[in-house]
């Protein structure tokens, strides 16, 4: 960013109303919270998590880092998560508030009490310790977003079960691996899903996936009735949740496990084929999922909170499941999509329910702008969303057009938008504005989180100076942090403690800048062959290997390329086993092979746009130039030397894209 940019970009400062009765009220107590971490950091968690969490055996260690890069956080106590967000709050007098409005695909409302909330979290987890689940075990969960869904994770918790979540829109493939991977002992899925005013079947996708092989650690399956339509159930392995919970005691004793007991695993992608296993702990993560809603979103007792994200993602897991309920919040949890019935949904829900902290991904915002643009009934400015008063962004890079848009269409100008920079291995927010004190520029997720040090060094781990790009990384472990790779420490170590920075920094594999007079952060995107399509996080290898699957394809390669609306789009060069294809076969295999990828992984990693070419450009020693294809991806003329290439002729065939 040149220095002529930075003075023309505007500079938003928090109102006073909002300085004055924030958690972190002004930068003079956002830097007093950095500094108390500087000066004592394991100190600084450590109050944290005594005024935070309840223990049912306070812990006396902090920061264990006695065998790095595998930290431990407070592991000498004991507490249940299950017990910190239902028992905690009910036993606080909150028992009649309601901690979930439902609203469905149709528009049906529930609403579910904390107690009534603790209630089916006690039933089922009864029922799932009736089946033989005991701690330590792993449940697979494949549920659509619902009332089911955080029952089903908060009674795994309750027990001690780690749960490993695998999101709606993934296929039977992509649930099969990562059942056998994670050895899960039972899987909670449901009938079907409504999205969009469809019925959409599920149960059917998990019995294929469980028909693949490799899942016979699966004892129990049970299915959640919410389409109705007709299901098979095999008799001895599946269930119907409502039968299981039948005549269940409303009440049920947590299981009290060590801060360090692994609460769920994630999947996401890596730079290799195969997902990985992101191991959280319970201690630590439920610590900075509460400080996160606490000083990012400043939650208070009268907030509505609505984070649009599913529950299969990392999103879902802290602000839908864990954090909102820890903190004792009435939030909103939506089964649906945000253009049905019209693309107004989100503006007339945030109106129905008065919701005042609205948290969602850039993508959601650019096709919204869109939709208004297009049909002026449903701009948010014809809704009344004075209730708002905190807007959030996660998942991708929001560019400062959608920014504007949608501080001044949905915030009205007067609410401040936290631009949250995580991942799914960093369990909570590392980089974000604090409301009541972080004067805001678009595109910049501006500070770290209190406590959090992160930093952009070069390819050595040394810092650069500011205004200059580079790596960026985080330089002291951190509680909700993961903990390792499920079945695979050696690939923990190396892909997030490299030998490069002598395994001392995490590499969270993004390239970042800072501001040359602020310090604020900027993520410059993945510096890896990860992917992220409308905040969906993709391995290229991943869709590769789908590809190099189909009968048809001798070899893949797949880069991305930046798209207006889903922020990068999957393009892939394709070789195919005969001969190239052109013209009305070549539009059928395209079409062909995206449905095999849609098949193999699940729709969201659908390339986009296929090119076909009789080899791949490729160095003398057989390695594919991305480099290249990245450029041809975006339409870009290749200007430099290509001589070192064995084939540059392939170029003026790859770039050619087809329609
Ligand atoms: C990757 C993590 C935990 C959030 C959901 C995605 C990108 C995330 C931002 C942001 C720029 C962002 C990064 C990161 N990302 N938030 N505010 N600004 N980029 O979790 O699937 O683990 O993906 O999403 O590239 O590494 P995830």
Redesign the pocket.
């Known amino acids: 960013m040149s220095n002529e940019q930075q003075t023309q970009t505007r500079i938003y400062k928090p109102s006073e109303e909002m300085v004055k009765n924030a958690a972190v009220s002004g930068m003079e107590a956002y830097l007093a919270l950095c500094k108390e971490a500087e000066d004592d950091y394991e100190g600084f968690w450590a109050r944290n998590a005594r005024e935070l969490i309840e223990w049912k055996k306070p812990f006396t260690q902090v920061l264990d880092e006695s065998n790095a890069p595998f930290f431990k956080w407070f592991a000498d106590g004991q507490l249940n998560v299950s017990y910190n967000c239902l028992d905690r709050n009910v036993n606080n007098g909150l028992g009649d508030k309601v901690a979930i409005i439902f609203e469905a695909d149709n528009g049906e409302v529930t609403r579910v009490t904390y107690k009534d909330l603790l209630a089916r979290v006690s039933r089922f987890a009864n029922a799932l310790r009736g089946m033989g689940v005991k701690k330590g075990d792993r449940v697979v969960i494949y549920l659509p977003m619902s009332i089911e869904g955080v029952v089903a994770m908060q009674a795994c918790a309750r027990i001690g079960a780690t749960h490993s979540i695998v999101f709606g829109g993934f296929s039977a493939q992509a649930l099969r691996d990562r059942i056998n991977d994670a050895g899960a002992v039972a899987l909670i899925t449901s009938d079907g899903q409504h999205r969009g005013g469809k019925a959409l079947p599920l149960k059917p996708i998990a019995d294929e996936a469980l028909s693949l092989g490799g899942c016979e650690s699966i004892r129990n399956v049970i299915v959640v009735k919410r389409t109705g339509a007709q299901t098979a159930m095999e008799a001895g392995r599946d269930q119907w949740f409502h039968d299981v919970c039948a005549n269940q005691s409303d009440t049920c004793e947590p299981e009290w496990v060590d801060a360090e007991h692994p609460l769920f695993l994630l999947y996401?992608s890596g730079s290799t084929g195969k997902p990985k296993g992101v191991q959280h702990s319970t201690g630590g993560y439920l610590l900075h999922a509460i400080m996160s809603m606490k000083y990012t979103f400043d939650i208070k007792p009268d907030d509505v909170f609505w984070c649009t994200a599913d529950i299969g993602?990392?999103?879902g897991h802290t602000f839908i499941t864990y954090g909102p309920l820890a903190c004792g919040t009435t939030e909103i949890v939506f089964e649906g999509v945000p253009t049905y019935p019209d693309a107004g949904r989100f503006w007339k829900m945030i109106q129905d329910h008065k919701v005042t902290v609205f948290y969602t991904a850039p993508t959601a915002i650019r096709s919204l702008i869109k939709a208004a643009d297009n049909n002026p009934d449903v701009h948010p400015k014809k809704y009344d969303l004075s209730s708002l008063r905190i807007l959030g962004?996660?998942?991708?890079?929001?560019n400062p057009a959608a920014w504007e848009w949608y501080h001044e269409n949905v915030g009205g100008g007067r609410c401040p938008i936290v631009?949250?920079?995580?991942?799914?291995?960093t369990g909570a927010h590392m980089i974000t504005p604090m409301p009541g004190a972080t004067p805001l520029v678009p595109g910049s997720?501006t500070l770290p989180f209190p406590g959090i040090q992160c930093a952009v060094v070069d390819e050595t781990g040394t810092e650069v100076p500011n205004g200059q790009g580079g790596i960026l990384v985080v330089k002291r472990p951190w509680p909700s942090m993961i903990r390792t790779i499920w079945g695979d420490p050696e690939r923990f170590k190396k892909s997030y403690y490299p030998d490069d920075f002598k395994g001392k920094l995490y590499l969270?594999?993004?390239g970042a800048i800072r501001d040359k007079d602020t310090g604020y952060f900027t993520?410059t995107?993945?510096i890896d062959d990860v992917l992220?399509v409308s905040?969906?996080?993709m391995g290229t290898m991943e869709i590769e290997s789908a590809l190099v699957a189909h009968e048809k394809v001798a070899e893949a390669a797949v880069v991305g390329r930046p798209d207006d609306l889903t922020g990068e789009a999957i393009v892939a060069f394709v070789v195919l086993k005969g001969a190239r294809p052109s013209g009305e076969e070549a539009k059928a295999i395209i079409k062909e092979l995206q449905n095999w990828v849609g098949h193999e992984i699940g729709p969201i990693a659908k390339p986009k746009d296929i090119r076909f070419g009789e080899n791949l450009p490729k160095t003398r020693s057989g390695k594919i130039m991305r480099r290249l294809l990245r450029q041809l991806a975006k339409g870009e003329e290749i200007t430099q030397d290509t001589s070192t290439l064995e084939n540059p002729a392939i170029l003026d065939q790859l770039g050619q894209p087809l329609s």
């Open positions: 996401t993602w990392v999103t962004s996660v998942g991708e890079p929001i631009d949250t920079f995580w991942q799914t291995e997720c969270a594999g993004d993520i995107g993945r992220n905040g969906h996080r």
